[in-house]
């Protein structure tokens, strides 16, 4: 029973280039949770999705970052003309497909994004 | 905005002391998380708290939460070094998959 894979696990970007993050949630999971975490400091929420819908955005910069889970296939998300300053553990998170209050969320070990 | 102040930031113990680690807030969560990360890994659930004044319990380490659900501490009995990583604590109110997340304590302990 796999967990929430995310890849690469690794990413270097020259600053102007896009960086993509794909993201495959644990098996029956439709909830997808994107976070980002800089050194030294907690994670901070981005995005939440279910297939084909974006539930919940608050946590996007406004330009540059977007985000989807299509109906097949893992969620992405894309960093557009990237910056020093995108770089950062990027983390994704799956929830049950009936998420409800209290529901427990699981994560994967994230994709490390270095700018240069 | 909700925001979940962790304290101490930094713990550097030896082997077989006791520690708490604080989780604060000005907010009322529904439900609170603990969760433990080492280095170049995502973060692992240590336990879930949702009813205030709950105290779960798991092997050394004591789960506390406020009885205003604002607040929790996480207790370690006689810190081994594999206890070593960032605990982080998380609130959600709405599911525990958006949450807003403390910036963690790291801990160290020394053999």
């Known amino acids: 029973n796999a967990g929430v894979m995310q890849n690469p696990r690794h990413l270097v970007r020259r600053r102007g280039q896009e960086a993509r993050l794909r993201c495959s949630p644990m098996?029956?999971?439709?909830?997808v949770y994107w976070y980002r975490q800089l050194p030294e400091e907690g994670l901070k929420f981005m995005v939440y999705?279910?297939?084909?819908?974006?539930?919940?955005e608050s946590g996007m910069p406004k330009e540059r970052f977007s985000a989807e889970f299509p109906k097949e296939g893992p969620s992405i998300l894309r960093i557009q003309q990237v910056v020093r300053g995108d770089s950062a553990a990027y983390f994704c998170?799956?929830?049950?497909?009936?998420?409800?209050?209290?529901?427990?969320?699981?994560f994967g070990q994230g994709t490390r994004l270095t700018v240069v | 905005t909700q925001l979940l102040e962790q304290s101490p930031q930094f713990l550097s113990i030896q082997e077989g002391e006791n520690l708490t680690v604080y989780c604060n807030s000005s907010?009322?969560?529904?439900?609170l998380q603990w969760y433990r990360q080492e280095p170049g890994e995502g973060p692992v659930l240590l336990v879930t708290?949702?009813?205030?004044?709950e105290v779960k319990k798991l092997k050394r380490l004591t789960f506390q939460f406020g009885d205003a659900r604002k607040d929790s501490s996480l207790h370690i009995t006689a810190a081994q070094p594999g206890d070593t990583g960032l605990y982080l604590c998380?609130?959600?109110?709405?599911?525990?998959?958006?949450?807003?997340f403390g910036d963690g304590t790291t801990l160290t302990v020394k053999p």
């Open positions: 998170a799956s929830s049950l497909r009936t998420a409800f209050l209290n529901t427990e969320a699981f």
């Open positions: 098996k029956g999971h439709s909830h």
């Open positions: 999705l279910q297939k084909e819908n974006i539930i919940d």
């Open positions: 907010s009322v969560f529904s439900s």
């Open positions: 708290v949702v009813t205030g004044g």
């Open positions: 998380a609130g959600s109110n709405t599911n525990a998959g958006k949450s807003t």
